[in-house]
């Protein structure tokens, strides 16, 4: 009989047995993460050079230094309050409308540093969308709804086509081709989040930023979003929060671990602690404090 | 924002790769800050209204103190401007004690009511009947002064008073516009205080419930102190808006100033000596035209304190309850 | 223990004695009563105008020119003209200038800025003042004074709409912030510019509650009848008015006709009465209308 608690069951197991048996570090994963394969060079979109993010000269996290790559899925997982909301906003200058905000060191997306003075934060959100957690449809129909990105930014083209492209490659037209008219408050939690999506992806984005997009919604519609995403990946890069570490298992190409590392005036402080291909994170993960929350032993 | 530090490296894009992000002195940036400029503009207004009467009043307000003495002004209980010769006379004591007097007479009315029907609206009405009520309230609260004015003079006047209570009051009189102008701030009492008996937190009331207290206990001990201040608000709020009020007065008070508590006679308040000569046919250079500013600027004196003891008891209410 | 109960335990609940349930009753029943004395008041008051006013009340009445001399004659014309046309030159000033203060106050200002708050407290103190000074402002500045524009309709309609614009002010502010922060970072997040998303997303969905707003404060606007009688408005005038000439209106023909010494001119108050209460009436029922059918519930 162990006298050793139960969670440390698994750290009793050595490694390799449990990889072969099929358990996984991360609880209750179905399935492996896919391997992403490595070895030929992608495009880097996002490069993060010991960046952090201050509230009025608080820091909410600090030292993060990874890059992002094209048309892949990149995942930030972590407990509450470790910053990925904080830094994903930084993505697209959304923590601009906060005042008081500040961001140190440098974000550069193709090369070109997103804070710097002479950039502008419109024609930076042109290109890197995002979606957020809780769907955010206009008071209006959904035809409008997806219109307005287009019109706003002067796109040229038939509206209808724009509108009927951006629904398909949300897979949402079969479901409300025919009621385009209607009032998109109309429409279920899910659809509203497609319906969200379809809207960033009619103004053709490079980058979806995606910040708990699903933590709104039933199982089922998580499931829709999810396959969505595979799908999307194709054309587009997408960054992804989420606090379900079986989701950015299953749709991540990597991840990104982000914890609390210490706690000034009340406040906590989050930093990146690991950032690796998501089959590592979950099944190999370098840094103990990764493995242990994937494990489930925190968060 | 902090700038970033230019890591070497990082800079203008790599040829045919970055996209163009810049900031660009585009049409639209540029019409951006135009609109930004226009609504300022639309929002400095207001602080030009203020400075416009502020400044209006104070240029003809101390021409006239130029022709008549400011003691003799504040001070004189005799007030004649439009009399010959020796008659005539700038003491303003008695337009400011009508005034007084007859948003006292006006609170007498509407403090009691008005309480009375925002704690039973507050605290005992159904959702149903208060439904029905408070829109009746508030079309109360809408009717014109005018309105009120004409009610004052040919029904207060004759059938209440005379006929109903058999007092002996002049067609103008003290008495008639001082109910009616209680009516007018009836509304403005009862709606101010039901709101601050709604911000009462719900359980300071279960707290005494509690306790077996009954519900008239609740509310005349805990309820009911509880809102003081927001009540105290209230009342100074209805104040105001009587102190300022014209057209009751002008019908129903007639166009003497009284220095007397006669409510059968006429009063008549600084408001309405205003209107009052603005409808005559004075010239409008002369001293006796120049007393509507005086009045005026004393009138506005008086409603900015009010105003502002009304707000510090706004603030000292919200203070405990928000 | 000498101790033992000597009073008997209790375990009912014994109703409240007689004299407590009186209080009780007393004193809610005197709330009930003093609730219902204002709005008697109300009837009473609407019940003796219509008694003395519906009578007169005919089509001539609103088509003939005021009369100081043959009652019999005289109408409201000039009067009602004027005050048609102030509610439209009033809306026509304080909807822009209104919105755009609300706007800029909720939308671009720092609310740490001196300046910003100087406005605010300006607005704030600008409710309070008598409609009486206002008059006096209109006259001094509007009339005369720096704009010198003489005793002419626009005069008074900019001197009623300074008056009420602090009600659309703050009306429109209720309305902007009601509007969630989600549809601003929507819209934001897409790319659009500050002003786009405010055009486009917020000001339509604060529009029903800035529309019955306005219809408040127009209400409030044409019942005023100090500021006219400062800014010279003409009680007989017998012709139609213009945007620049001078002007009549229905709270200063009602004054005429109550403060003239014959009775049956007492009595075409109260018609005049009847027709500007038709007015509002009117107004407050689109303005409920609007507001149940727009309404935006977020």
Redo the contacts between chains.
């Keep these: 009989m162990s006298e050793t608690p139960n969670t440390d069951v698994a750290a009793e197991v050595p490694r390799q047995e449990r990889e072969a048996s099929g358990i996984n570090v991360a609880s209750g994963l179905r399935e492996e993460p896919a391997a992403v394969d490595t070895s030929t060079p992608k495009e880097t979109i996002f490069s993060l050079n010991d960046v952090g993010v201050q509230y009025g000269g608080v820091p909410a996290v600090e030292d993060v230094t990874f890059d992002m790559f094209k048309n892949e899925i990149t995942a930030y997982i972590g407990p509450s309050g470790c910053g990925k909301s904080t830094l994903i906003r930084c993505l697209n200058r959304m923590n601009d409308l906060i005042p008081g905000a500040t961001v140190t060191g440098t974000i550069a997306y193709h090369g070109q540093d997103l804070y710097a003075s002479n950039i502008d934060p419109v024609q930076v959100r042109k290109r890197i969308g995002m979606v957020f957690q809780k769907p955010n449809p206009f008071p209006k129909s959904i035809f409008e709804n997806i219109a307005f990105g287009p019109r706003v930014l002067g796109m040229k083209g038939n509206m209808h086509e724009i509108v009927e492209r951006a629904l398909r490659r949300a897979a949402l037209w079969d479901e409300v081709k025919d009621r385009l008219k209607h009032n998109a408050f109309g429409m279920s939690g899910g659809q509203q989040q497609r319906l969200c999506i379809a809207r960033c992806l009619a103004i053709e984005p490079d980058v979806i930023l995606m910040d708990e997009p699903a933590s709104a919604l039933d199982p089922i519609s998580t499931g829709a979003i999810e396959e969505l995403m595979l799908e999307l990946k194709e054309n587009f890069s997408i960054v992804i929060v989420t606090h379900n570490m079986q989701q950015a298992a299953r749709v991540s190409d990597r991840t990104a671990f982000f914890n609390v590392t210490k706690v000034e005036e009340g406040k906590r402080v989050g930093a990146l602690v690991e950032f690796n291909p998501t089959h590592k994170v979950f099944t190999n993960p370098d840094d103990k404090r990764t493995e242990d929350y994937v494990s489930g032993k925190f968060g | 924002m902090a700038g970033a530090d230019l890591i070497a490296g990082f800079g203008s894009p790599p040829g045919g790769g970055g996209p163009d992000l810049t900031r660009k002195r585009t049409t639209r940036s540029v019409s951006e800050q135009v609109i930004k400029g226009l609504l300022a503009a639309a929002a400095v207004l207001s602080v030009v209204t203020t400075t416009g009467i502020v400044i209006s009043l104070l240029n003809e307000t101390i021409q006239f103190f130029g022709e008549v003495p400011i003691g003799d002004y504040l001070f004189g209980t005799d007030w004649n401007p439009l009399a010959g010769g020796d008659s005539q006379s700038f003491g303003v004591l008695p337009l400011v004690f009508s005034t007084f007097y007859m948003t006292g007479i006006g609170l007498l009315i509407a403090v009691p009511l008005g309480l009375a029907a925002a704690i039973y609206l507050a605290e005992y009405a159904t959702p149903r009947v208060r439904k029905t009520i408070k829109p009746t309230l508030e079309v109360l609260a809408g009717i014109p002064t005018i309105v009120l004015g004409y009610f004052a003079l040919t029904y207060i006047t004759p059938v209440i008073l005379r006929d109903l209570l058999g007092i002996e009051v002049q067609v103008f009189n003290g008495l008639a516009a001082g109910i009616v102008l209680g009516i007018l701030v009836l509304p403005t009492i009862a709606s101010v205080t039901e709101d601050a008996l709604s911000a009462v937190p719900r359980a300071l009331r279960e707290g005494a419930f509690g306790m077996g207290a009954t519900k008239r206990q609740v509310v005349t001990r805990v309820v009911f102190p509880a809102a003081l201040s927001g009540i105290v608000a209230a009342l100074v709020l209805g104040a105001s808006r009587a102190v300022g009020e014209t057209v009751i007065i002008l019908v129903a008070g007639g166009a003497s100033p009284n220095l007397s508590f006669d409510l059968t006679g006429p009063q008549q308040t600084m408001a309405a000596f205003i209107a009052q000569t603005a409808r005559g046919d004075i010239s409008t250079g002369s001293t006796e035209f120049l007393t509507i500013y005086a009045v005026g600027f004393t009138l506005f004196v008086i409603t900015l304190v009010l105003n502002a003891i009304a707000i510090g008891f706004v603030r000292k209410f919200r203070q405990v309850y928000e | 223990m000498a101790a033992a109960s000597t009073t008997p335990q209790r375990t009912a609940i014994d109703p409240?004695p007689a004299a407590?349930r009186l209080?009780?009753r007393l004193?809610?029943g005197?709330?009930?009563l003093?609730?219902l004395?204002?709005?008697l008041?109300?009837a009473?008051?609407i019940i003796?105008?219509l008694q003395?006013g519906l009578s007169n009340l005919s089509w001539d009445f609103i088509t003939s020119f005021p009369s100081r001399v043959i009652p019999e004659n005289a109408g409201v014309r000039s009067a009602l003209l004027g005050t048609l046309y102030l509610i439209v030159v009033v809306a026509v000033f304080i909807v822009?200038?209104g919105v755009?203060?609300a706007?800029?106050?909720e939308e671009?200002?720092?609310r740490d800025r001196w300046w910003n708050r100087?406005?605010e407290l300006?607005?704030?103190?600008?409710a309070?003042?008598?409609?009486?000074?206002?008059?006096?402002?209109g006259?001094?500045?509007i009339v005369?004074?720096p704009l010198s524009l003489g005793r002419i309709l626009i005069a008074g309609a900019l001197t009623l709409g300074?008056l009420v614009?602090?009600v659309v002010?703050v009306v429109a502010r209720e309305a902007i912030r009601a509007v969630?922060p989600?549809?601003r970072?929507?819209?934001?997040?897409?790319?659009?510019?500050?002003?786009?998303t405010i055009w486009?997303?917020v000001l339509p969905?604060a529009l029903p509650g800035i529309a019955t707003g306005v219809i408040l404060a127009l209400?409030?606007a044409i019942?005023?009848?100090?500021p006219l009688?400062?800014v010279?408005a003409v009680a007989f005038a017998r012709f139609d008015p213009t945007l620049t000439s001078q002007f009549n209106a229905l709270?200063i023909a009602?004054?005429e006709f109550?403060?003239d010494q014959e009775r049956i001119f007492?009595d075409l108050?109260?018609s005049a009465?009847i027709v500007?209460?038709i007015i509002?009436l009117l107004m407050?029922s689109v303005a409920i209308y609007l507001r149940n059918r727009y309404e935006?519930k977020?």
């Design positions: 409240a407590i209080k009780e004193f809610a005197s709330l009930f003093s609730t004395v204002g709005l008041f109300l009473v008051l003796d105008v003395d822009p200038v755009a203060t706007v800029y106050l671009y200002a720092d100087i406005i300006n607005i704030q103190n600008l309070a003042v008598p409609s009486v000074v206002y008059g006096i402002l006259l001094a500045w005369r004074g300074l614009l602090p002010i969630p989600s549809i970072e929507g819209s934001l997040a897409l790319g659009a510019t500050k002003w786009q486009k997303q969905g209400s409030r019942g005023e009848t100090a009688i400062l010279g709270p009602i004054l109550v403060t007492h108050a109260a009465i500007l209460l509002l407050n935006q977020w």
